[in-house]
């Protein structure tokens, strides 16, 4: 991947707590149950209002959660301007791709623990990612983290199947919340946001070189 470029994105006011770093989140929740912040950017193609898609990738072989799918995302990490941020660069360093609006939180806030006993939440935020001069930018997948990609639309998340491909989540958490912001979607209409997030030629590829923490979280 290139030099990390500035993040320019606009967002919804009720992700406006994630504005600050995650040192500073965190500290405004000192009960919270973990200390470690991580993101999903989960990109819509709302260009089909009747029937969005949703950016999925395919893990690496040889990677962890070997072959299984989720949204870009990863650590929000302590030199991320804010959490926003943190989704920005995450989407960016995973597909190319670069967000232009983070429209609000998805689903609940999903805490689990790593194999070293850290105590980590994880964002879900619906993103809509931008264009140059009209031109539909390419997913650029980096192959040491994911193997494919698809563009999905709920009933293909419902049936776990696009084409020929299957769809074997991450988590059932994954799943559930891809399918709750795919929902949502196709029930919104977008107002002002001229944005759209695939190659004119497929919907898939492969590998190219404000919300309490503290509530309503679903947990491991």
């Not at 990109?43 to 949703?54: E, G, H, K, Y």
């Not at 360093?93 to 850290?118: D, Q, S």
């Amino acid at each position: 991947m290139d030099k990390r470029p500035e993040f320019s994105f606009t967002h919804d006011a009720g992700v406006a707590e994630f504005t600050v770093p995650t040192s500073k989140y965190l500290d405004t929740y000192p009960d919270a149950s973990f200390g470690y912040i991580a993101i999903s950017a989960l990109v819509v193609d709302s260009r089909a209002q009747a029937n969005p898609r949703l950016l999925l990738l395919q893990r690496a072989a040889s990677d962890s959660n070997p072959n299984k799918w989720e949204p870009p995302g990863g650590a929000s990490d302590d030199d991320d301007p804010s959490i926003l941020h943190a989704a920005a660069r995450e989407l960016w360093e995973e597909t190319g791709l670069m967000a232009a609006h983070i429209a609000g939180l998805a689903g609940h806030p999903y805490i689990f623990t790593l194999r070293n006993g850290k105590r980590v939440c994880r964002f879900n935020f619906t993103v809509y990612a931008e264009r140059d001069d009209g031109v539909l930018p390419v997913v650029q997948l980096d192959p040491k983290e994911h193997q494919k990609f698809v563009w999905a639309t709920e009933d293909e998340v419902r049936a776990g199947k696009v084409g020929d491909i299957d769809l074997h989540f991450t988590r059932e958490e994954v799943a559930r919340t891809s399918l709750q912001v795919l929902e949502k979607a196709g029930q919104k209409e977008m107002h002002g946001i001229d944005i759209c997030l695939h190659d004119n030629d497929t919907s898939s590829g492969t590998a190219q070189q404000k919300a309490s923490p503290t509530a309503n979280g679903s947990r491991d």
